[in-house]
């Protein structure tokens, strides 16, 4: 873990936007997790093997309201503008100018998803603006500990958050689906099936366990690490729901809990 790490909550925004919510941009490797380049994918030789079965097929989610727009969509290469227009209006337009990279919107939201429930993630795939400020850390009784400072610094991005309506972002999701799936497929994954990953990556933010403050730190060498080995073996996007704070992974916890079950079509006491 960098000493100038950066908070990945940014992240949580644009995966909620796609469907989920998660990850923030970092400039050096953050806490828990090594930075690796993004591995450059060659299309995969033809299969024989069926491919796996589609879990969650996204014809099944009755979004509600109905998808904002009808009209035909644009190929995945040229959808970068309609794409950023269609997120303004989601919510906070002014908030999403000041925090988005408009640049290969789809296929940097889905890697992104896709890189959350595993150990390392490339900087080169996150499509949101970092947060101000360094990570910092406090040394309290001999123990390097997190610093809850860092966790004002994802102010921003969980207000952008609160003004996500999760019924909208569903709907906006299942209308842009094909564009989502082929980005996925493009990604090396010739016979996946986004939306299954996509409900394992908010199953997998949802298992974070709940730590009490404070969080303590070791650093053998130039790079912090959790102490408690059983928080260093979490996956990047469960580190990444430990650095927000404990009201902040709560928040983004609720958020998760509904859009899954309007992707999932189960019952929710609460609209």
């Known amino acids: 873990m960098s000493k100038q790490a950066i908070g990945w909550i940014g992240g949580l925004v644009v995966i909620g936007v796609a469907g989920v919510i998660a990850v923030t941009l970092y400039r050096s490797p953050p806490p828990t997790t090594q930075i690796t380049p993004l591995p450059v994918t060659t299309p995969a030789p033809a299969s024989t093997t069926p491919p796996p079965p589609v879990q969650h097929p996204i014809s099944a989610v009755q979004s509600v309201p109905a998808a904002a727009s009808t009209s035909a969509l644009p190929s995945l290469e040229h959808s970068d503008a309609l794409i950023a227009k269609e997120l303004e209006s989601l919510a906070g337009g002014e908030a999403w100018?000041?925090?988005?990279?408009?640049?290969?919107?789809?296929?940097?939201?889905?890697?992104?998803?896709?890189?959350?429930?595993?150990?390392?993630?490339?900087?080169?795939?996150?499509?949101?603006?970092?947060?101000?400020?360094?990570?910092?850390?406090?040394q309290v009784h001999g123990q390097t500990q997190i610093n809850p400072q860092n966790f004002a610094r994802y102010a921003p991005y969980m207000r952008l958050i609160k003004m996500l309506d999760s019924k909208n972002l569903v709907a906006w999701y299942v209308h842009n689906y094909p564009l989502f799936q082929k980005a996925y497929r493009q990604l090396g994954y010739p016979q996946g099936y986004f939306n299954n990953r996509l409900i394992y990556v908010i199953n997998n933010l949802m298992?974070?366990?709940?730590?009490?403050?404070?969080?303590?730190?070791?650093?053998?060498?130039?790079?912090?690490?959790?102490?408690?080995?059983?928080?260093?073996?979490?996956?990047?996007?469960?580190?990444?729901?430990?650095?927000?704070?404990?009201?902040?992974?709560?928040?983004?916890?609720?958020?998760?809990?509904?859009?899954?079950?309007?992707?999932?079509?189960?019952?929710?006491?609460?609209?």
Do not use: C, W
Not at 98 to 108: A, C, E, Y
Not at 222 to 239: D, H, I, M, T
């Open 97 to 138: 100018r000041s925090l988005l990279i408009p640049r290969d919107l789809i296929p940097h939201i889905v890697a992104t998803i896709d890189a959350l429930p595993r150990h390392s993630m490339s900087e080169s795939i996150l499509p949101l603006r970092t947060p101000r400020g360094a990570f910092k850390v406090a």
């Open 207 to 271: 298992a974070t366990p709940e730590v009490k403050l404070p969080i303590v730190l070791q650093q053998p060498n130039v790079l912090y690490l959790y102490a408690n080995p059983r928080l260093e073996a979490l996956s990047a996007g469960q580190k990444m729901l430990l650095r927000s704070g404990p009201n902040n992974e709560a928040k983004i916890k609720a958020k998760l809990r509904t859009i899954r079950a309007i992707l999932t079509g189960q019952h929710l006491n609460k609209p």
